[in-house]
Each structure stands twice: as structure tokens, then as C-alpha cells.
């Protein structure tokens, strides 16, 4: 199955700041890669799919690049609803797997 | 609206087996895959496999082969998972989640998830 790594693991920021997220893939999914927000108590939250298409009613300070093994989530302009755990997951081929999940907390 | 409503919580034995259904309402079922993805402590988030609700064939991730079972009614528009010899590793939460059978989105929508406990 193809492993899904996020880094960092956590994150401390502020309101305003930009922030990048990285994933990686153990084998190339093209571009089918997708980011989830996700709170406490809550079912994960599509942000972006296909690497970088943002999905219906995401604000547009969130952003997703990349291809083939390496990805990118990045967020312009936090704000404070932003603090939450984000996650990528492989829509390549099943089994779909997810990153470990990275923790974004305020400083 | 789009709605995935889930049955609610579970505490089960080791060994006893769990069944979780998810009704869905406000868009075509037969428009859209079915998977059921669950949420562990010790293992994150895990992709549990897919049923295609045109005929109910189903694609089961190896790790639950031969535990999982997943089934529809499209007369109820309602989905089932059933996970059998529950051990304590397989408390967690359970989602079911749809898919577009023609568009490029995975999850987009979820339900509410339900919490599994497996405990003596």
C-alpha cells in the first residue's frame, strides 16, 4: 500500500501567518491528492482534491500544489478558525490511505 | 441538503461483532460509491473499503478481509458495516463517507462517525 507522510507532525503559528504543510507519498499518485480539515469531535472536512482544485465554500487562503510524490497545503492569512489537524490522503489506488496528521496550534 | 446519519455509539466484547448504518438522504444514491473509514487511537485515520450501491459489490481493504462485511438497501438509502471479532485495537470511531462515481472528489461528504468501544 502506498504510505502517506506528513511533516511536520505539529505546528505552532499565529493569526495572520502563512503556513506550509508537507506530504509525501511512497510511490507516485499523479495528482490524486487530496487535504481534509479536520476538529475535534468532527468527521475530517474536504478542503482541497485533485492536488490543488479547492473544494466548493473553502475560503481561498487555503491552497494545495504539487504532483507525483510531493505535496504542499499551504494556508495565507490564518485565522483563528483555522487551528485544527489537516491530512492528506492518496485517491490513487486502494487501499486510499491518509498521513499521520498534522496538529496546527496557536503560538 | 446532503445528510449522512449515522447509528450511534457501541460497546461490544472482544470476540462479538458490531454492525454500523449509515442512512443517506438528499442527493441520488446511486450516484455515488459508499466507503467506511475509521479513526484509532493507535493507527489514525484507516480506510476500511468501498460498496458501489449499484449492486452492492464491494472492495474490502486487506487488513479487515474476511472480518468486514459492507451492504446497502437502496430502499432505505442506508449503508451497513459490520466488523466481526472485535478486539480492543479496533476501538474507535467510524465514518462512513461518499464519493462521486463520476466526479473527481473523494470524500466530500461525511457522516457524523460512531464511536466503537471494544472492551471485557
Known amino acids: 500500500e502506498i504510505q502517506m507522510t506528513q511533516s511536520p507532525s505539529s505546528l505552532s503559528a499565529s493569526v495572520g501567518d502563512r503556513v506550509t504543510i508537507s506530504c509525501r507519498a511512497s510511490?507516485?499518485?499523479?495528482?490524486?491528492l487530496a487535504w481534509y480539515q479536520q476538529k475535534p469531535g468532527k468527521a475530517p472536512n474536504l478542503l482541497i482534491y485533485v492536488a490543488s482544485t479547492l473544494q466548493s465554500g473553502v475560503p481561498s487562503r487555503f491552497s494545495g500544489g504539487g504532483s507525483g510524490t510531493s505535496f504542499t497545503l499551504t494556508i495565507s492569512d490564518l485565522q483563528p478558525e483555522d487551528f485544527a489537524t489537516y491530512y492528506c490522503?492518496?485517491?490513487?489506488?486502494?487501499?486510499?490511505?491518509f498521513g499521520q496528521g498534522t496538529k496546527l496550534e496557536v503560538k | 441538503q446532503v445528510r449522512l446519519v449515522q447509528s450511534g455509539a457501541e460497546v461490544k466484547k472482544p470476540g462479538a461483532s458490531v454492525k454500523v448504518s449509515c442512512k443517506t438522504s438528499?442527493?441520488?444514491?446511486?450516484?455515488?460509491?459508499m466507503h467506511w473509514v475509521r479513526q484509532t487511537p493507535g493507527e489514525g485515520l484507516q480506510w476500511m473499503g468501498i460498496?458501489?450501491?449499484?449492486?452492492?459489490?464491494?472492495t474490502y481493504a486487506q487488513k479487515f478481509q474476511g472480518r468486514v462485511t459492507m451492504t446497502r438497501d437502496p430502499s432505505t438509502r442506508t449503508v451497513y458495516m459490520e466488523l466481526s471479532s472485535l478486539r480492543p485495537e479496533d476501538t474507535g470511531v467510524y465514518f462512513c463517507?461518499?464519493?462521486?462515481?463520476?466526479?473527481?472528489?473523494?470524500?466530500?461528504?461525511w457522516g457524523q462517525g460512531t464511536l466503537v468501544t471494544v472492551s471485557s
Open positions: 510511490e507516485s499518485v499523479s495528482t490524486w
Open positions: 463517507a461518499r464519493v462521486s462515481i463520476v466526479g473527481e472528489e473523494p470524500f466530500d461528504f
Open positions: 438528499g442527493f441520488t444514491f446511486t450516484d455515488f460509491y
Open positions: 490522503q492518496q485517491a490513487q489506488t486502494f487501499p486510499y490511505t
Open positions: 460498496i458501489n450501491p449499484n449492486g452492492g459489490s464491494t
